[in-house]
């Protein structure tokens, strides 16, 4: 099987041979992203991706990766460097969904091994809990949560861009009961907004 991409959004003297040895220890792929654009494209072809993005300061770190956790609510993403500040942590852990904020390699390589390796396997476990399409909308091993067969239903109307309104027409409830089975489909997925589900909805192929 061949290497999985990680996506790397960094000055080019960042990836020194160490990262490199790490990456390849942990069969990825790298695949650098000079602009904020480059990466978002490399992302729409390679969905779920890890990311390792350089910051030199707080605010454009916090752009970029709400930016990619609007394209993508499954991709993990791993700040690298320019983050001391524990509220400014705060912004990019809990404020913007990053998995984590590491020193930069060579020093840090050690915590952004480690990073790495809980980041890939946390999203395997998501990747675990739901079925692809057309599987029964309970898994057999009981391995958490999944959506039911109303729910998929609904998710795929939404996913032809139609509004709870008219979801509700298509299904016979009401736009409040639409509202609130998105609303369990969100906790089941562990998103927070409409894009987000269909980001993961479609990794998963679930739509």
């Not at 069969?27 to 650098?32: F, I, N, S, T």
């Not at 490399?42 to 770190?61: F, I």
């Not at 690298?80 to 913007?96: H, I, K, M, N, W």
């Not at 609303?183 to 997925?189: E, G």
Request: aromatic share 2%; net charge neutral; proline share 9%.
């Amino acid at each position: 099987m061949p290497p999985e991409p990680c996506l790397i959004h960094a000055p080019a003297p960042a990836c020194c041979d160490e990262l490199a040895a790490l990456l390849a220890y942990l069969e990825l792929e790298p695949r650098l992203a000079s602009t904020a654009g480059e990466l978002l494209s490399a992302l729409a072809r390679e969905p779920g991706s890890l990311v390792l993005l350089w910051a030199e300061a707080v605010l454009p770190a916090a752009t970029i990766v709400a930016a990619i956790r609007e394209q993508d609510a499954l991709s993990p993403i791993i700040v690298v460097g320019g983050v001391e500040a524990p509220d400014d942590r705060l912004v990019l852990l809990r404020g913007c969904q990053a998995w984590d904020v590491v020193p930069p390699p060579p020093d840090g390589l050690a915590a952004l091994s480690v990073a790495a390796r809980a980041a890939l396997r946390h999203r395997s476990r998501v990747l675990g809990r739901f079925p692809v399409a057309g599987a029964p909308a309970v898994l057999p091993d009981g391995g958490g949560p999944s959506l039911t067969a109303r729910e998929l239903e609904l998710l795929r109307w939404v996913a032809e861009g139609l509004g709870n309104r008219e979801v509700g027409r298509r299904l016979s409830i009401s736009e409040h009961t639409v509202r609130n089975g998105l609303a369990r489909i969100y906790n089941k997925l562990g998103v927070q907004s409409r894009t987000q589900a269909l980001a993961v909805a479609r990794r998963l192929r679930l739509v």
